[in-house]
Nanobody
């Protein structure tokens, strides 16, 4: 069982930046993939960025060129660097992990992720 804990959320003005972190703990083994998702009030959770076990990444069109997903395997930590933030980015952000060899657009589909963090709030004001 793996536990995920996000941090780094907060309030920022439009055009600003934030870096989210997601630290994994607990017992786990095998190839894994990870993703970042957001959920705005009254809306479904949607994929923002994903990274497969080979390090390939994918982004939702809405964040391409603004957000960067990365990971530090030594620290068991996943990051989401967010720049040029917009009010529409306001949401609770979740990290997620799954085991196996999913890649490409699958990484933005929440159904392949069995493990989730508790979420961190990001609020962007105009």
């Amino acid at each position: 069982q793996v536990q995920l804990a996000e941090s780094g959320g907060g309030s920022v003005q439009a055009g600003g930046s934030l870096r989210l972190s997601c630290t994994a703990s607990g017992s786990s083994s095998g190839a894994y993939y990870m993703g970042w998702f957001l959920q705005a009030p009254g809306k479904e959770r949607e994929g923002v960025a994903g990274i497969d076990n080979g390090g390939s990444t994918i982004y939702a069109d809405s964040v391409k060129g603004r957000f960067t997903i990365s990971q530090d395997n030594a620290k068991n930590t996943l990051y989401l660097q967010m720049t040029s933030l917009k009010p529409g980015d306001t949401a609770v952000y979740y990290c997620a992990r799954g085991y196996g060899v999913y890649s490409g657009s699958w990484l933005l589909d929440r159904v392949i992720y069995p493990y989730w963090g508790q979420g961190t709030q990001v609020t962007v004001s105009s």
